[in-house]
C-alpha cells in the first residue's frame, strides 16, 4: 500500500511541476480544468496499470524466472518459519529487522491516522454545508437555491446553493456575486472541489497536493471570470471593481467555491492578460510522455507466458507429494492400491490432508479383508498402520514414531529438525542423511531444511549436480530446482553458449527454457536481425529482447518477410513494437501500393497504434489529397478525420486550407457547425485559423 501511495504522490508531482511551469499562464482555462482533473484521477489510475515486459525500463523484471520457480516449490514444505538460532550475531541481526519493521509499521499507522483525520474532516464539511443549506432561509431562482445568510462571511457556492450576506452589497454588486456563483454551478465546480479535496485524504502528507489543490481552485476562479466577462450585462471595469469591494475578514470553507478567494491581483491580471495563441496547445502534448515515462520506469511488467512450463512443473510436483505442514503424528488414513503403488491419505483433522503415494512393495503384510497392522519404516522413522483393506480401498488410524537417531544424525549435519511435525515431512519424501552428506560433498555447506524438501522432491542427485556443475561450477542451491524442474541439463547450457550467450547467468536459462527457447531459435534470430550494430551491441540488446521475441512470435519468417521490402536493419525494440501491434508485410506493403515508398518504421508504429490503414489513405486520395505526409496521417487519424469533414471545411469557402489548420481545428472543436454559428452572428472570416483562435477564447 506504502510504495503505491508514494508512486501516487510522485506522480502528482510530477504533473503538478508541468503543469507549473508550462501550462498555468496560458488562457486556456476550460482544457486547463480537465488537465487538472485528469491528472488527479490517472495519479491513481496509472501504478495499478501493467505495461508489456518489452516496454518496462525496469530491468530486473528478466531475471523474476528464478523467483516464480521457487515459490511454487514452496507449497510442499512443511514448515514456513525458520529454525530460531542463538548465535550473537543473528540475534543482533533480526534485532535490526526488528526495528526497520516496527519504523515502517509505524509510518503506516501514522499515514492511517492521516487519512481518518481528513476524512473526518471531509464528512464533517459535508454535512456543515448541508446542515446550513437546509436550515436557513431559501429563495428558489430556478434550479438554484440562494441560502441568506446573517455572519460576515464570503459568498461561495457548493452543489446548487448559494450562500450570500445580502444586506452587505449593492444591488449591482450583489448580481454580480449571484451570476458568478451560477457559473460555478452551471458548470459543476462543486465535483473538482470534491475530487480535490479526496485526493488530499488520501495524500495529506504531500505537500504539492495541497499545491494542487489550489492551482485547480485558482483556475476555476478564471474560468468563471473569464464566463463573467463574456456576458453583454458584465462590463470589465465593473466587475473589477466589485471583486475590490467585496472583503470578507473569515473565508468559506473549503469545499466551496468562493466570489471573493483572496486572489483578486492574479484574477485581474489574468482578465486582463492576452489571449494565449492556440498554436501554443503543443504544450499539452508532453504529459502524455510524462506518463508514459513513469509508467516505463515504475508499474509492474504484465506477466508473461515465461512462468508456464514452471508453474506445470510445480502442479504436477504437487500432485505426486501433497504433504502439509499442518500433518500431525497421529490421525486417520484412507488408501488407494493402483497396480504397483498405494496412494495413502493423512487426515488428521477436518482441514488437515497430506498424501502421498508409496511403493506396494515397502508396505508389508497388509491386512486384507480384516483387522490389522503394518508399518513401514525409512530412516526418519516408522509409520505405523492400523485397519483393515477391502479390495483395493483401505481406511483406519496411523501414529508416526520419529528415530532419535535420524534427528540426531541430521542436527549434526547442520539440519534443523527438532520437531517430529518437520520430521514426517522428511519421511515422506524419504530424505536420507546421505542426501545430505553428498550436497555437503558438492560444495553445499549451508543446507536450510526448508531447501532440502524440494531438492529431494524432484530427485536432484549427485549425476545431476555434477553434470550441471560441470558448466556452472558456482550454482547456487536454489537454481539447482528451477533447473531440475525445467529439464535444464549440461546440453542445453552449451548448446545456449553455443549461440551465443558465453556468460549466461542462471536466472537467464530458466527464462530461456521457460519460454521454450534454444540455440537453434537464438541463433535464427541473430541471423536474422544483423546489421549495422557491434557485436556489443547486439550482445546487449538480444539479451533483453530474445525472450520478448519468442513470447511475441517473432521468428525468422517474420524478419525476412520486411527484409523482401526493403527494410533491412529493423531494431529489436522495433521489431517488439511491430509485432506487438500485428505490423506485417502485408501491411506495409499496402501502403507501398498506395505510393508510400520510403516510410520510416516508426512511422508505421505509430500509424498502426491508430488503426491508420491503406484504405484510410486511398479515402484522402480519392478526394484528391494526394501527398499526405506519414506524421500527418497519425494526426488526422488521432482526430478521426475523414475526407468528407474535409470537405465540408471547403465548401465553407476554405478551399486552400492546409491540413495542419484541418487538424489544429477538428483539436479545438471549431467544427463546420461552429463556424457556421459564428457567420449567423456576424464573424464572418476568410481564415480558418481566426476561427479557431475564436473557439479558443470561447471555449465550449
Same mark, same amino acid.
Given at each position: ?56 525500463l ?36 533480526t ?55 446573517t ?88 466587475? #473589477? ?8 475578514? #473569515? ?9 471573493n ?16 495563441n ?22 509492474q ?49 477436518e ?28 530412516e ?10 477391502e ?16 534427528r ?14 518437520d ?61 531440475k524442474?525445467?529439464g ?24 530461456l ?6 540455440g ?20 546487449s ?9 519468442k ?27 511491430m ?102 452572428k ?11 483562435e ?7
Amino acid at each position: 500500500m506504502i510504495p503505491y501511495i508514494l508512486y501516487t504522490a510522485l506522480i502528482l508531482t510530477a504533473c503538478f511541476v508541468f503543469y507549473k511551469l508550462l501550462l498555468q499562464k496560458e488562457t486556456f482555462f476550460h482544457l486547463n480544468r480537465y488537465i487538472l482533473l485528469s491528472c488527479m484521477i490517472m495519479a491513481f489510475i496509472l501504478p495499478l496499470v501493467p505495461i508489456p515486459q518489452q516496454l518496462s525500463l525496469r530491468k530486473a523484471a528478466v531475471e523474476k524466472p528464478v523467483e516464480v520457480t521457487k515459490i511454487p516449490v514452496s507449497k510442499i514444505e512443511s514448515v514456513q518459519s525458520k529454525v530460531q538460532t542463538v548465535e550473537p550475531t543473528i540475534v543482533e541481526q533480526t534485532n535490526e529487522t526488528f526495528n526497520l519493521e516496527s519504523g515502517v509499521r509505524w509510518l503506516v499507522y501514522l499515514y492511517w491516522f492521516g487519512v481518518i483525520v481528513f476524512a473526518l474532516n471531509f464528512l464533517m464539511q459535508v454535512v456543515l454545508l448541508l446542515y446550513r443549506a437546509y436550515s436557513k432561509s431559501v429563495i428558489q431562482d430556478g434550479k438554484f437555491r440562494i441560502i441568506e445568510i446573517t455572519d460576515d462571511k464570503a459568498p461561495c457556492s457548493f452543489a446548487n446553493n448559494i450562500f450570500i450576506n445580502p444586506e452587505k452589497y449593492e444591488w449591482e454588486t450583489y448580481n454580480q456575486i449571484l451570476l458568478h456563483e451560477k457559473i460555478h454551478i452551471e458548470q459543476k465546480h462543486t465535483i473538482d472541489l470534491l475530487l480535490a479535496e479526496m485526493v488530499l485524504i488520501f495524500q495529506w502528507f504531500n505537500p504539492f497536493a495541497w499545491q494542487w489543490r489550489k492551482a485547480l481552485e485558482i483556475n476555476l476562479e478564471f474560468l468563471t471570470d473569464d464566463q463573467m466577462l463574456q456576458q453583454d450585462t458584465v462590463e470589465k471595469e465593473s466587475y #473589477q471593481f466589485s471583486l475590490l469591494k467585496v472583503a470578507a475578514p #473569515q473565508f468559506p470553507l473549503s469545499l466551496t467555491t468562493n466570489y471573493n478567494q483572496s486572489l483578486l491581483k492574479k484574477r485581474i491580471i489574468m482578465m486582463n492578460s492576452k489571449k494565449s495563441n492556440v498554436h501554443t496547445t503543443w504544450k499539452y502534448f508532453f504529459l502524455l510522455p510524462l506518463l508514459v515515462l513513469f509508467a516505463c520506469l515504475f508499474n509492474q511488467p504484465a506477466a508473461q507466458s515465461q512462468n508456464l512450463k514452471t508453474l506445470t512443473s510445480q502442479e504436477e510436483l504437487k500432485e505426486n507429494l501433497d504433504i502439509k505442514s499442518e500433518m500431525k503424528t497421529e490421525g486417520d488414513w484412507f488408501a488407494t492400491i493402483k497396480g504397483n503403488t498405494v496412494e495413502i491419505n493423512f487426515k488428521s483433522n477436518e482441514t488437515d490432508n497430506s498424501s502421498s503415494t508409496f511403493q506396494l512393495s515397502e508396505l508389508a503384510n497388509i491386512p486384507r479383508d480384516k483387522q490389522g497392522t503394518f508399518a513401514l519404516t525409512r530412516e526418519a522413522g516408522t509409520m505405523s498402520f492400523n485397519g483393515k483393506f477391502e479390495g483395493d480401498k483401505g481406511m483406519g488410524t496411523y501414529k508416526f514414531i520419529p528415530d532419535a537417531a535420524y534427528r540426531a544424525a541430521m542436527l549434526k549435519e547442520g539440519v534443523m529438525v527438532k520437531k517430529d511435525i518437520d520430521i514426517i515431512v522428511f519421511y515422506m519424501i524419504n530424505i536420507k542423511v546421505s542426501y545430505v552428506q553428498m550436497l555437503k560433498k558438492n560444495g553445499y555447506n549451508d543446507i536450510d531444511k526448508d531447501q532440502l524438501i524440494p531438492l529431494a522432491a524432484l530427485d536432484i542427485n549427485e549425476a545431476y549436480i555434477t553434470s550441471i556443475k560441470q558448466a556452472i561450477p558456482d550454482i547456487d542451491l536454489d537454481n539447482l530446482v528451477p533447473f531440475k524442474s525445467l529439464g535444464i541439463d549440461k546440453a542445453f547450457i552449451e548448446e545456449i553458449r553455443k549461440a551465443g550467450y558465453k556468460d549466461v547467468s542462471p536466472g537467464k536459462l530458466i527464462a530461456l527454457k521457460s519460454q521454450g527457447i534454444d540455440g537453434k531459435y537464438i541463433t535464427d534470430v541473430r541471423n536474422s536481425t544483423k546489421g549495422d550494430k557491434t557485436d556489443n551491441d547486439k550482445d546487449s540488446e538480444d539479451d533483453d529482447d530474445i525472450i520478448a521475441f519468442k513470447a511475441l512470435n517473432v521468428d525468422q519468417e517474420y524478419i525476412n518477410s520486411f527484409r523482401k521490402l526493403g527494410y533491412n536493419n529493423i531494431s529489436n525494440s522495433d521489431l517488439i513494437a511491430m509485432k506487438s501491434l500485428n505490423v506485417t508485410a502485408e501491411y506495409i506493403s499496402g501502403f507501398q501500393k498506395a505510393g508510400y515508398k520510403d516510410i520510416q518504421v516508426d512511422d508505421f508504429i505509430a500509424m498502426k497504434s491508430l488503426n491508420v490503414t491503406p484504405e484510410y489513405v486511398t479515402e484522402f486520395q480519392k478526394a484528391g489529397y494526394k501527398n499526405i505526409s506519414a506524421s500527418d496521417l497519425v494526426a488526422l487519424k488521432s482526430q478521426n478525420i475523414t475526407p468528407d469533414l474535409m470537405q465540408q471545411y471547403k465548401d465553407l469557402g476554405f478551399t486552400d486550407v492546409a491540413i495542419d489548420d484541418i487538424i489544429g481545428a477538428k483539436a479545438t472543436g471549431t467544427t463546420p457547425s461552429f463556424i457556421k454559428s459564428m457567420r449567423g452572428k456576424g464573424h464572418d472570416f476568410k481564415n480558418l485559423e481566426k476561427y479557431i483562435e475564436l473557439k479558443a477564447v470561447l471555449g465550449n
